[in-house]
Every structure is written in structure tokens, then in C-alpha cells.
């Protein structure tokens, strides 16, 4: 193998993964890096875990949809719920889709499933190279080739050459850092509370997916197949408020049965609190080391864009890569690379994700009722449901960037 063929991708999250699947299976050799190691890769945090029909669509490309499924939940509605009315605002259904997308609905599945199933196809995979329990540290890069600096298991400095290294390091990125891209935006000052509970709130006429309208706590709900099945409700908490004591099972019983009082406590599987940011790097690529993923745009869950859009980054720049490298085009492509996915995740994922946490959260009355008006009339309207579909699945932010040049 020459360096002239080699990519060199740090982290095995979903999109360093579909990264390295495509590019192997187009017959470029991968040197694959991940910190976590055979014995904690299953012990990530419950995170991403709504695949829009886009996405579907690639993981069908690499073998991967049909691994899934039957570890997800098929989801072709979407709620809009206002919470102290416990109202129904809006439902819209996937189906509108059907003209657009082979997959006309939502897979709930969560990215541990993901990079579980992933991980397996990247280690029958004889094109990549993979180094579990390694971490990366820094990098370098000259006319030819970059060259990455890792420490292996057993704690010893190695170094690797590849003629590219994307960094799929995820939203702390050392290559990132490395280079001295800003990574431009905002932190939100208060933090998610997320409650992980085996309880069946299709029962009070939710489903798969709901966006919870309210002043004063908006929430999100979401089926995750089990065994047991779970349900994850998402809470706004205050900066100041302490870790310990929100998370204490008194605390999270409370706040669900506020949620939804049953008078009977709930059986709760977890609970994580996290920080939310929207940020976009100021540049995706610096001359042979390109940012993919959370690594290159973070963004608030509500509307699960990240990985979704970290995913359509791999599989841009995996065909522009494999084009390069095969000699099919040259390296210009990666500036419209940078152009196409950038415009993205300004103008569609933060954008979006922007205008999602406004809806739910919004305290004047009169600019309430007006937007539940304007979403129950788009879901009624079929012209206007599929536009809005269009929009909040990714499809339109896809067909945008195509015609980017
Ligand atoms: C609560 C929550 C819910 C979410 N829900 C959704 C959703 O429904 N849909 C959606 O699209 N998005 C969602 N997101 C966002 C989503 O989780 C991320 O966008 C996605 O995981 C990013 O994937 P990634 O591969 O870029 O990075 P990551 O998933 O962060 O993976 C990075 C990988 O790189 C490895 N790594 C890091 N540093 C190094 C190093 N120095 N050396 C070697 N390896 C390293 C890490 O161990 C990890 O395996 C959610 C996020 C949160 C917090």
C-alpha cells in the first residue's frame, strides 16, 4: 500500500464508520483509529438515535439498513404536542414522502446499535486497517501525505502516514484544534436532563416521536426498542441547577410524574444531563486533513440532525475522496466538499435546530397560539406536510447542496 492510496480516519463513532465503509468498499485502503477498546466500546452514553429517510437510504448503500431494522423502530409519524393541555397540536406522517424517498418514515434506532453493526462490517472488511484503543494526538502534513501520532494499548508513541486523515473525532477534535479552526457559535446556558423510562406513553395517545410544547419545561419523547422497550423524555434544566440532585431518583420521579402524573413511580433505566451547543468550524478542510461529523458542527438534538448529517458529510466526501484517489478528479473537489456540507450545517441543521427549540419554548401567548396554528394547518395541507417533511428529514438540505458547485 503507497500513502498516495491511503486514508487515515480518527474515530469509530457513525460517521468515521460509514466513512470508512464507503471508502473500503470503493477499494481505498483505511487506517481506521479509535480510543475506546474492545471492552468499553458498548459502555457509550445514550445519544443520537432517529435515522431520517435520507440517511436510511445511505446506510442501505453500505449493507448496513438491513441490520438495522430489526434492532429499530419503524416510525412514519411525528407529534407536535402542547403540554399542559396534554393537546395534540399537529401530526405529521412520513407517508407524504412516499414519491420522494424509498423509506417513507423514520428508523428509531440508537447510535450504539449503529456503531455496534458498523463495527462489525468495518472488521470483516480486508480494505480497513482498524486500531481499537488507540488515541490519537496530533498530526502533521507536507506536500505528500499527512502523518498522524497515536498511542497504542500499551501506552507506546506510534506514528502512520496517509495522503488524507479526516478527523471523525467527534465535537472535542484534536485535529481541529490542531490546525486552529474556530469552531464558530454558541453555548446554550442551561443543560438537557434526559430520563431513560420502561413505560408506555403510547397510552396517553403519544407516539414514537414528540415534540412537547410548554413556556416553562418543553420536553421531547422518544420509543426506543427494547428489551424493554424505553421511552427517552428530554427536560430543560436551569445552569445552576446541581448534577447530583437532579439526577437523584426522587428528583427524576418527580419531574416525570409532573410530566405525566400516574401516581405510581416509574421504573427509570438511566438518566444523562449534557450541555448543548451550536457551533460550525470555519473551515472543513485545511489542505490534506478534513473534519467530518460532530467534529466539523455541533447543533441542539431537537430535530436529530446531528448524526444524520454527520453521516451525509462521509458519504460526500467518501465519493470525492475515492474520486480523487482514483484519479477521477482532482483535489478542488474537497473545497466543494467543504462548500456543499458547510452550507448545510449553517443554513439547514443549526438553522433548523435554532427554529425547533424556539417552538417549543416560546413564553408569549399570542406567538404560541400563531405557530400551532401554522403547524396544525401545514400538517392538514398534504402540498404543505410534504415540504415540511422535505425540510425537517434532510432531504431538501441534500438536494441544496447538489446544486452547489
Ligand atoms: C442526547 C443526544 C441525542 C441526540 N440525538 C440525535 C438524533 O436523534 N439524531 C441525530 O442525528 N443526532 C443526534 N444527536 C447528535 C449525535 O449523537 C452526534 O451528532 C453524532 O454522534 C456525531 O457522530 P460522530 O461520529 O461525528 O462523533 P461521535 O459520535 O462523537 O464519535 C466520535 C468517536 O471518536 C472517538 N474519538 C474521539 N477522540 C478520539 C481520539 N483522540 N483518538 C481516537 N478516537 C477518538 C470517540 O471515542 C468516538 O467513538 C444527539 C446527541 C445527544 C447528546
Given amino acids: 500500500m503507497t500513502v498516495s492510496e491511503h486514508v487515515i480516519v480518527i474515530g469509530a463513532g457513525p460517521v468515521g464508520l460509514c466513512l470508512s465503509l464507503v471508502l473500503a468498499q470503493e477499494g ?77 418514515y423514520v428508523l428509531q434506532c440508537e447510535r450504539i446499535k449503529i456503531v455496534e453493526e458498523t463495527l462489525k462490517l468495518a472488521k470483516a472488511h480486508p480494505g480497513i486497517d482498524l486500531h481499537l484503543a488507540t488515541t490519537f494526538t496530533s498530526c502533521t502534513q507536507d506536500a505528500d501525505g499527512v502523518t498522524a501520532w497515536t498511542t497504542n494499548p500499551a501506552g507506546e508513541m506510534e506514528s502512520m502516514r496517509g495522503a488524507y486523515l479526516v478527523s471523525c473525532e467527534g465535537a472535542r477534535s484534536i485535529a481541529r484544534a490542531e490546525l486552529g479552526i474556530e469552531f464558530e457559535g454558541f453555548t446554550y446556558p442551561d443543560r438537557t436532563l434526559s430520563i431513560e423510562v420502561a413505560y408506555d406513553f403510547r397510552n396517553h395517545g403519544y407516539t414514537e416521536r414528540n ?31 446541581d ?84 484519479g477521477k478528479a482532482d483535489e478542488a473537489v474537497l473545497d466543494k466538499y467543504e462548500r456543499q456540507r458547510r452550507h448545510v450545517a449553517l443554513a439547514h441543521t443549526q438553522a433548523q435546530t435554532i427554529r425547533n427549540r424556539r417552538l417549543l419554548e416560546e413564553k408569549d401567548p399570542a406567538v404560541r397560539r400563531k405557530n400551532h396554528e401554522e403547524l396544525r394547518r401545514t400538517a392538514q395541507d398534504p402540498k404543505l406536510a410534504r415540504a415540511f417533511l422535505l425540510r425537517t428529514s434532510l432531504i431538501e438540505s441534500l438536494r441544496e447542496a447538489e446544486q452547489i458547485p
Avoid: C
Fill in 28 to 104: 481505498v485502503q483505511v487506517t481506521l483509529i479509535e480510543a475506546l477498546g474492545e471492552d468499553n466500546f458498548l459502555e457509550q452514553v445514550p445519544r443520537a438515535g432517529t435515522n431520517h429517510p435520507a440517511t436510511l437510504e445511505l446506510l442501505d448503500r453500505i449493507g448496513l439498513y438491513s441490520r438495522l431494522e430489526p434492532r429499530g423502530i419503524i416510525a412514519p409519524l411525528v407529534h407536535y404536542w402542547e403540554r399542559r393541555e396534554h393537546k395534540l397540536i399537529a401530526e405529521f406522517d412520513h407517508v407524504h414522502l412516499k414519491d420522494d424517498t424509498p423509506f417513507p
Fill in 243 to 326: 448534577e447530583e440532585t437532579l439526577t437523584r431518583e426522587e428528583a427524576l420521579q418527580a419531574r416525570l410524574q409532573s410530566f405525566m402524573p400516574t401516581g405510581k413511580p416509574f421504573e427509570i433505566v438511566g438518566s444523562n444531563l449534557y450541555v448543548v451547543h451550536q457551533r460550525v468550524a470555519k473551515k472543513f478542510r485545511v489542505g490534506r486533513m478534513i473534519l467530518a461529523g460532530d467534529a466539523a458542527h455541533v447543533n441542539s438534538p431537537i430535530g436529530a440532525m446531528g448524526m444524520n448529517s454527520g453521516i451525509h458529510d462521509a458519504f460526500n466526501l467518501a465519493d470525492k475522496l475515492v474520486a480523487i484517489l482514483h
Fill in 211 to 241: 415534540y412537547i410544547s410548554d413556556p416553562d419545561e418543553w420536553s421531547n419523547l422518544f420509543h426506543w426498542k427494547g428489551p424493554p422497550d424505553r421511552w427517552r423524555v428530554h427536560f430543560p434544566t436551569g445552569a445552576e441547577e
